[in-house]
């Protein structure tokens, strides 16, 4: 099956500093990928689509200076969390659509961003 | 615009009996796809089954199998001689082409031994 990777898987920062996660589709290309918050015990929230060669889209009410979504080849989408905040605490995922597979979504394992 | 609505926020069963996790969605495309994941506690999200809309015929996986409802848009997950391991959230989800999912609010399933 499809391997989506996601690096870190955890991570603590100070509040102010800035934080980049990694996310690689590891045996197949996906122009587009997607970034998702969780908080406890709800459901992902999407954030923002990553797309190939151009700008990410953003969801209503995610700040795009903010978190910032780089998709510079097929196979790696990358959100920085800039200036991070405590309230920016969470858990982060990706996830990746194969196109042979009906559009089934694949995620990675998974950030959990901490920030102090 | 989709939406997708899970109605049962808890359940709990004993180990081996039946359980059925209930979704109902709402879209106005006529070729659409629906997912059922888990995440157990680690929180990886996986792949339990998926359906094509433009299929009558209900999906099944080993223990998982869906009740597809196209005319009452309901798309409900059941798994049979459930096992401890399946304990975890399911959600329900739906999606058109490679375009992004729509969730459900998600359904917390615990099997008791």
């Known amino acids: 099956g499809a391997v989506v990777s996601q690096h870190p898987s955890r991570v603590i920062c100070k509040s102010g500093t800035s934080v980049k996660i990694e996310c690689r589709s590891l045996d197949f290309q996906a122009t587009t990928m997607f970034w998702y918050r969780q908080f406890p015990k709800q459901s992902l929230m999407l954030m923002a689509t990553?797309?190939?060669?151009?700008?990410?889209?953003?969801e209503q009410g995610v700040e795009k200076d903010k978190f910032l979504i780089n998709h510079a080849s097929l196979t790696l989408s990358t959100l920085t969390v800039t200036s991070a905040h405590p309230e920016d605490s969470s858990f982060y995922i990706c996830?990746?659509?194969?196109?042979?597979?009906?559009?089934?979504?694949?995620f990675g394992p998974g950030t959990r961003l901490t920030v102090l | 615009a989709q939406t997708v609505t899970q109605s049962q926020p808890e359940m709990s069963v004993q180990e081996a009996e039946t359980v059925t996790l209930s979704c109902t969605y709402d879209t106005s495309e006529s070729n659409y796809y629906l997912f059922w994941y888990k995440q157990p506690p680690s929180r990886q999200m996986i792949l339990v089954i998926r359906q094509e809309a433009y299929k009558q015929q209900n999906a099944t996986e080993n223990r998982f199998s869906v009740n597809f409802q196209k005319a009452a848009k309901s798309f409900s997950l059941k798994i049979s001689d459930s096992q401890l391991g399946d304990t975890a959230m399911y959600f329900c989800?739906?999606?058109?082409?490679?375009?992004?999912?729509?969730f459900g609010q998600g359904t917390r399933l615990t099997i008791n031994p």
């Open positions: 996830s990746a659509p194969l196109a042979g597979a009906l559009y089934t979504q694949y």
């Open positions: 990553s797309n190939e060669g151009s700008k990410a889209t953003y």
């Open positions: 989800a739906s999606v058109q082409g490679a375009q992004k999912l729509v």
